[in-house]
């Protein structure tokens, strides 16, 4: 595996400045281009399993933590107060207090459970500057986050729900897991004291791994403050493992908030809140995706998916055409004109592209092109609507297949 660190910047995909700040890294315009993909892949995963996206506020005032449990559990994880009228506002730690307030602030029927809310928000969190390191730790956290409100019978089904959500993205990135964990309460930790509903919770995702088939471990003092979870660990080259899904259930912050839905029996029931991230945190994720493809990411999510090469000057207007029908399909296309070198040269400047289309004298004449795929097979000359559609298709369906 590569060190994603070195890596990502000699692609230029991320960098940061000393002016901006430790664990503060800005994205470069090809890794804003993988983090975008990756972001609009998992909206869609999630909208087609009934997900609907809101946006929320990345500060709240000190007394919405305080409600949660965060500012007595978490504090220590958490940026200091900011002074603002009179009133302190925190950067938020973790976005399902704002959910919470969102699912509060409208009257809700057990005809509507499951709901499911979803949102790739900003959070905060002030790591100490010895484990800050790369897109791995970070301050500035883009998470992939969601909470769905259902009622008891509906948390099992729901949490096996986001996990076969998990397996489905991990395939389509080319992500093997390290291991996955039942992350429990341990001896000496800041818990939410409340038995019961650990025991609860606990019981629930142990079931739920337990019909899922996949082999896990239990270990204590992983848990969050308010609940058990379970965590899909990676691992890096050295074999250094890192927490990147998570699925969770918690009946302490529902109590927290007094939220409620209206049952067949006419009366107030008290929903139970499922958090669920699939890719977990962004930066983590494709810190994880560069060490592990090497900066050769599957084609629906590489920078440039095809790099255009005219063998001379005479094939630039055929080639320039190509990548303005690239560009009209969705594709991410950059042309490779021959004043950058010559065409061996810029193959291997492209070797990490995907698709390679090398436009001559005869492919231009013919409407056609020559393609080349990154891990070394030439295909015949083709007609461009037929490449065209068959690159587009496979990179539609988020295929780790090249053709």
């Not at 700040?21 to 399993?49: D, F, N, T």
């Not at 200091?80 to 307030?101: F, K, W």
């Not at 005219?310 to 009209?328: I, K, M, Q, T, Y």
């Not at 594709?331 to 090398?358: K, S």
Request: net charge negative; hydrophobic share 40%; proline share 7%.
């Amino acid at each position: 595996m590569h060190d994603h660190r070195k890596l990502g910047r000699e692609l230029d995909l991320f960098d940061t400045d000393p002016l901006i700040g430790s664990g503060l890294p800005y994205w470069l315009p090809a890794g804003a281009a993988v983090r975008h993909s990756l972001e609009e892949y998992i909206r869609g995963v999630e909208r087609r399993a009934g997900y609907r996206h809101v946006y929320s506020p990345v500060l709240g005032k000190r007394e919405l933590y305080e409600i949660s449990g965060h500012w007595a559990h978490y504090s220590e994880d958490m940026f200091p107060p900011m002074d603002l009228g009179g009133e302190q506002v925190v950067l938020r730690p973790s976005l399902c207090p704002h959910h919470a307030l969102i699912f509060r602030s409208r009257a809700h029927s057990y005809r509507e459970l499951p709901l499911r809310m979803a949102e790739l928000g900003g959070m905060y969190r002030s790591e100490p500057s010895g484990v800050l390191g790369g897109l791995t730790r970070v301050r500035a956290i883009q998470l992939n986050d969601a909470h769905v409100f259902c009622t008891l019978d509906q948390v099992a089904d729901e949490a096996r729900a986001a996990l076969e959500l998990i397996r489905q993205a991990y395939r389509a990135l080319g992500i093997s897991p390290a291991r996955i964990r039942l992350s429990l309460p341990g001896p000496g930790g800041k818990y939410v004291a409340a038995p019961e509903l650990w025991e609860r919770s606990t019981k629930l995702l142990t079931e739920v791994l337990d019909s899922s088939g996949l082999a896990y471990e239990a270990v204590e003092g992983e848990a969050a403050f308010y609940g058990p979870k379970i965590d899909v660990q990676i691992a890096d080259g050295a074999g250094r493992e890192a927490t990147l899904s998570t699925i969770q259930v918690d009946f302490h912050q529902p109590e927290q908030f007094d939220l409620h839905y209206i049952g067949p029996d006419g009366s107030r029931h008290r929903p139970v809140m499922v958090h669920r991230a699939i890719i977990g945190s962004v930066e983590r994720a494709v810190a994880h995706l560069i060490e592990l493809h090497g900066g050769a990411f599957p084609a629906w999510l590489a920078p440039v998916q095809v790099a255009v090469l005219p063998v001379s000057a005479g094939e630039v207007p055929a080639a320039a055409a190509f990548v303005e029908r690239c560009l009209d399909e969705g594709l991410r296309a950059e042309l490779a004109d021959p004043e950058q070198g010559t065409l061996g040269a810029r193959v291997r400047a492209a070797r990490l592209v995907p698709y390679q289309v090398v436009i001559g004298s005869r492919e231009a004449a013919a409407d056609q092109v020559s393609v080349r795929l990154r891990d070394g097979r030439r295909l015949d000359p083709l007609p461009v609507p037929g490449v065209l559609a068959r690159i587009g298709a496979l990179t539609g369906a988020h295929s780790l297949d090249l053709w």
